[in-house]
């Protein structure tokens, strides 16, 4: 597979945006490989990413409850591509805010999916919001919303 | 507390304790391929992690003195991302603004080589209760 720099440069030039493409490529390396980030599912201006629990993801022995870290990097992977999802293309941009509330502690051993959406577009910001949940969509683990902001992309990667 | 009483998840992304100031743990992370988001920054849910990391050390420091063994859960947390993480070390540090008897609010800032430099800066809610016998 491609080192993801090079990866990068053909997602920049292409002329749509593809989730699952981008999921498999660039989020196979770095923290989202870590995390083990896959592609579920995306509609027009929405996407949804899972993870599955594993025991070094863990924020509390006793009880095997994830960390929350884990569900921050799904929720900021997710609402990010939720931004490229719905523009059809990808354009670089960071994290402008991020607020998450933890609804209830996530289930140990169950899968995390998050669904994110982007809400609204403006020249230089994307709003976005996700929820995530290990199974029922309705009984959500956490709840998020963030603003990105469209960035040069030279500055985007080093 | 030392390092070794790090959650596993803190323990994987090499997250340790480099010391105490003022009575508030200092959170550290060096970067490596796990940690990296775009190419050659921080992820910024790494960043999240350590913020929250030094959220509930300072939390955990602060009961401590005060004499008293609660749990503690995290209700939700707010972060500004102020500039790229480097692919260089990272600290956070945490300050408890207030600690009740059923709410703390804590504020916590993530930094690299030049303090006066955030890269982020974050507030959390949290829940305490007495713990289960």
């Given at each position: 597979m491609?080192a993801?720099e090079?990866k990068?440069?053909?997602?920049?030039?292409s002329?749509?945006?593809n989730?699952?493409d981008?999921?498999?490529?660039?989020?196979?390396?770095?923290?989202?490989g870590?995390i083990?980030m896959?592609?579920?599912?995306?509609?027009?201006?929405?996407i949804?990413?899972a993870f599955d629990?594993?025991?070094?993801l863990?924020g509390d022995?006793?009880?095997?409850?994830?960390?929350?870290?884990?569900?921050?990097?799904?929720?900021?992977n997710?609402?990010s591509?939720?931004?490229w999802t719905?523009?059809g293309?990808?354009?670089?941009?960071?994290t402008?805010?991020?607020?998450?509330?933890y609804?209830?502690a996530?289930l140990?051993?169950?899968?995390?999916?998050?669904?994110?959406?982007c809400?609204?577009?403006r020249?230089?910001?994307?709003?976005?919001?996700g929820?995530?949940?290990d199974?029922?969509?309705?009984?959500?683990?956490a709840?998020?919303a963030g603003?990105?902001?469209m960035?040069?992309?030279q500055e985007w990667?080093k | 507390?030392n390092s070794?009483?790090l959650p596993?998840y803190a323990r994987?992304?090499g997250?340790?304790?480099?010391g105490?100031e003022?009575?508030s743990p200092?959170i550290?992370?060096d970067?490596s391929?796990?940690?990296?988001?775009?190419?050659?920054f921080?992820?910024?849910?790494?960043?999240?992690?350590v913020?929250?990391?030094?959220?509930?050390?300072a939390?955990g420091?602060?009961?401590?003195r005060q004499?008293?063994?609660?749990?503690?859960?995290?209700i939700?947390i707010?972060t500004?991302y102020?500039?790229?993480g480097l692919?260089?070390?990272?600290y956070?540090r945490g300050?408890v603004?207030?600690?009740?008897?059923?709410v703390?609010?804590?504020?916590?800032?993530?930094w690299?080589?030049?303090?006066?430099?955030p890269v982020a800066s974050?507030?959390m809610?949290?829940?305490?209760s007495?713990?289960?016998?």
């Amino acid at each position: 597979m491609d080192a993801p720099e090079n990866k990068l440069d053909s997602f920049i030039q292409s002329a749509g945006f593809n989730p699952r493409d981008w999921t498999a490529h660039m989020n196979a390396h770095g923290h989202s490989g870590f995390i083990g980030m896959r592609y579920n599912d995306h509609g027009d201006n929405w996407i949804e990413l899972a993870f599955d629990w594993r025991e070094d993801l863990v924020g509390d022995p006793e009880t095997g409850v994830l960390a929350s870290g884990p569900i921050i990097s799904l929720l900021d992977n997710a609402t990010s591509m939720s931004v490229w999802t719905r523009t059809g293309r990808f354009a670089p941009q960071v994290t402008l805010d991020l607020r998450i509330d933890y609804t209830r502690a996530a289930l140990p051993g169950k899968p995390i999916i998050a669904r994110a959406e982007c809400y609204q577009l403006r020249r230089s910001m994307a709003f976005v919001r996700g929820i995530a949940h290990d199974g029922d969509i309705a009984d959500p683990v956490a709840h998020a919303a963030g603003i990105f902001m469209m960035v040069d992309g030279q500055e985007w990667v080093k | 507390m030392n390092s070794t009483a790090l959650p596993p998840y803190a323990r994987a992304m090499g997250m340790e304790i480099a010391g105490i100031e003022d009575g508030s743990p200092l959170i550290m992370i060096d970067f490596s391929s796990r940690a990296m988001g775009r190419p050659g920054f921080f992820h910024g849910g790494v960043i999240g992690g350590v913020l929250e990391m030094a959220g509930f050390a300072a939390l955990g420091a602060e009961l401590e003195r005060q004499g008293l063994d609660l749990r503690i859960k995290p209700i939700n947390i707010s972060t500004e991302y102020l500039r790229g993480g480097l692919p260089e070390r990272l600290y956070a540090r945490g300050e408890v603004v207030r600690a009740g008897r059923r709410v703390a609010n804590v504020r916590i800032e993530a930094w690299q080589s030049d303090r006066d430099r955030p890269v982020a800066s974050c507030w959390m809610n949290f829940q305490l209760s007495p713990k289960k016998a």
